[in-house]
């Protein structure tokens, strides 16, 4: 079975333009989570969302971030306007709570660096 | 005060010796704790979880949780240099919310 999928891999933009990030979760996985990871902060929790529906953005930035999940197999974390201390690696990460336990899967992240 | 707290090292200590991994968490609504590892460049993989007090082992890895002190940690017995990675705690709290600490260094000494 695939992984969860991000894209892209890298994103280099230059400050106040949009990024858009994409994941897609593991099949049957009805939690998504959405993280940004820096040294000075570590594994930040932004979203995350059961069943399509957020249920938690207490750790969204601010309003210059906002993410959506239209349906069970994708979802988006858009950054308008992007700014320097936006740069990081965001990770999305899915699972099942009941089957898998609560252990999360991640995927390979997204790297972006805003000039 | 962070949700969850690691002491972020880095902790040093030669191969064949046992790695000790402290975690403490604030949220006492906490249900189920994970310590996931992480290499540099690389996404966060599952190591083991723990929801009961007491001891669970797991071949050379023994996870040990005390929700009394509200205190998790991670032994790594016999350490090799590929158990050098980041070592994360995370807890869970109401609606599966994941909450990670921000890692302990480990580095293995050939």
């Known amino acids: 079975d695939a992984g969860v999928i991000q894209s892209p891999r890298h994103e280099v933009t230059e400050m106040g333009q949009e990024v858009t990030l994409r994941c897609k979760p593991i099949?049957?996985?009805?939690?998504l989570f959405w993280y940004r990871q820096t040294m000075m902060r570590g594994l930040e929790l932004l979203i995350y969302?059961?069943?399509?529906?957020?249920?938690?953005d207490s750790g969204m930035p601010e309003d210059r971030f906002s993410a959506k999940m239209p349906n069970a197999s994708f979802s988006t974390l858009k950054i308008q306007p992007s700014e320097p201390r936006d740069s990081a690696v965001y990770f999305c990460?899915?699972?099942?709570?009941?089957?898998?336990?609560?252990?999360?899967?991640f995927g390979e992240g997204s790297r972006l660096t805003v000039l | 005060q962070k949700e969850v707290e690691q002491n972020s090292g880095p902790l040093s200590v030669p191969e064949g010796a046992i790695a000790s991994l402290n975690c403490t968490y604030s949220?006492?609504?906490?249900?189920?704790f994970f310590w996931y590892r992480q290499y540099s460049g690389k996404s966060p993989e599952l190591i083991m979880f723990?929801?009961?007090?007491g001891d669970k082992e797991d071949g050379r890895f023994t996870a040990q949780l005390n929700k009394a002190s509200q205190y998790v940690s991670l032994l790594i017995r016999d350490s090799q240099p590929s158990d050098s990675a980041t070592y994360l705690c995370?807890?869970?709290?109401?609606?599966?919310?994941?909450?990670f600490g921000a890692g302990t260094r480990l580095f293995v000494k050939a």
């Open positions: 990460a899915s699972t099942h709570p009941i089957a898998n336990t609560g252990e999360l899967f």
């Open positions: 995370a807890a869970t709290t109401g609606g599966f919310k994941t909450i």
């Open positions: 969302f059961n069943n399509n529906v957020p249920i938690d």
């Open positions: 099949s049957g996985h009805n939690s």
């Open positions: 723990i929801y009961s007090n």
């Open positions: 949220d006492r609504g906490s249900q189920s």
